[in-house]
Nanobody
Framework: QVQLVQSGGGLVQAGGSLRLSCAAS????????MGWFRQAPGKEREFVAA????????YYADSVKGRFTISRDDAKNTVYLQMNSLKPEDTAVYYC?????????????????WGQGTQVTVSS
């Protein structure tokens, strides 16, 4: 079992920045893929970013490329999502997730464990 506890998020004006954190505990995530997804009201959950824990390869949705950065801290077993130049359309509940089985990084069905979600609201 893997427990994922999220922190960060909140309300920010357009153009501002926020950082989300996702602390993993329990089973080791050193061989997993960690992902961030988001779900806006009335919309399906969508892929935001992912990182292969081993090797550190990162992936981004086109909508956030150049603005968001995913990173990990091995010592803290924590993954971060740094969000810059935020836009109102980034408003959503953000979820971190762990994929132990090395599935497609952008498919939420392949992720095995999920954080509790955190609200990000960007005002115009």
């Amino acid at each position: 079992q893997v427990q994922l506890v999220q922190s960060g998020g909140g309300l920010v004006q357009a153009g501002g920045s926020l950082r989300l954190s996702c602390a993993a505990s329990g089973r080791t995530v050193s061989s997993s893929t960690m992902g961030w997804f988001r779900q806006a009201p009335g919309k399906e959950r969508e892929f935001v970013a992912a990182i292969r824990w081993s090797g550190g390869t990162t992936y981004y949705a086109d909508s956030v490329k150049g603005r968001f950065t995913i990173s990990r801290d091995d010592a803290k077993n924590t993954v971060y999502l740094q969000m810059n130049s935020l836009k109102p359309e980034d408003t959503a509940v953000y979820y971190c997730a762990a994929d132990i089985g090395y599935s497609d990084y952008d498919n939420d069905l392949g992720y095995d464990y999920w954080g509790q979600g955190t609200q990000v609201t960007v005002s115009s």
